[in-house]
């Protein structure tokens, strides 16, 4: 069963525009990541370019994956189990980062502070963070659900 070529289209647009978004996620973060390892306990703030980056990376990522799912069907480009096995390999590796980020800072950044910051600044960061790991686990399952599809012999259920 066929899908039209702008479906294809839209789905493989869709796609590179969360691998960018993910991807710049990953390299906006892995700095600070690296000072969290570097300096626990420790305020860390983000540069205000940064910050942007990683706030626009999120909405790009989010309204990207809502729409996917939403409107736009999986486009398997072909079928082979070897990339359908590597895909799904891939989704739960660009999970890794996030669990170990979430695992350092609640883990053993947070019980290191000195001084906890005000509620407000704490639960602005608290969210900021969670709404990073629920966009790279959005875009984990998208990985996935791609994988799936391409492991799927022609004919059998999405």
Same mark, same amino acid.
């Not at 978004?21 to 000072?35: E, G, H, K, Q, Y």
């Not at 790009?60 to 729409?67: D, E, K, R, S």
């Not at 984990?140 to 659900?145: A, I, P, V």
């Given at each position: 069963?066929?899908?039209?070529?702008?479906?294809?289209?839209? #789905?493989?647009?869709?796609?590179?525009?969360?691998?960018?978004?993910?991807?710049?996620? @990953?390299?906006?973060?892995?700095? /600070?990541?690296?000072?969290?390892?570097?300096? &626990?306990?420790?305020?860390?703030? +983000?540069?205000?370019?940064? +910050?942007?980056? &990683?706030?626009?990376?999120? /909405?790009?990522?989010?309204?990207? #994956?809502? /729409?996917?799912?939403?409107? /736009?069907?999986?486009? =398997?480009?072909?079928?082979?189990? &070897?990339?359908?096995?590597?895909?799904?390999?891939?989704?739960?590796?660009?999970?890794?980062?996030?669990?170990?980020?979430?695992?350092?800072?609640?883990?053993?950044? *947070?019980?290191? @502070? $000195?001084? +906890?910051?005000?509620?407000?600044?704490? =639960?602005? %960061? $608290?969210?900021?963070?969670?709404? *990073?790991?629920?966009?790279?686990?959005? #875009?984990?399952?998208? &990985?996935?659900?791609?994988? %799936?599809?391409?492991?799927?012999?022609?004919?059998?259920?999405?």
């Amino acid at each position: 069963m066929g899908q039209s070529p702008r479906l294809a289209a839209a #789905y493989g647009g869709l796609l590179a525009l969360q691998t960018a978004a993910a991807s710049c996620l @990953l390299w906006m973060i892995l700095p /600070v990541f690296r000072r969290m390892v570097s300096r &626990l306990g420790e305020p860390q703030e +983000l540069e205000p370019r940064r +910050l942007a980056i &990683l706030v626009g990376s999120v /909405v790009v990522l989010q309204a990207c #994956y809502w /729409v996917r799912l939403r409107c /736009v069907p999986i486009s =398997a480009p072909f079928r082979n189990i &070897l990339v359908g096995h590597l895909l799904l390999f891939s989704s739960r590796a660009s999970f890794f980062f996030g669990g170990a980020f979430f695992s350092l800072v609640f883990f053993r950044h *947070v019980p290191e @502070l $000195g001084a +906890l910051p005000p509620f407000g600044q704490a =639960a602005a %960061k $608290g969210i900021a963070i969670l709404a *990073v790991l629920f966009s790279l686990f959005c #875009y984990s399952l998208e &990985l996935e659900r791609l994988g %799936k599809a391409i492991e799927d012999a022609p004919g059998e259920g999405r």
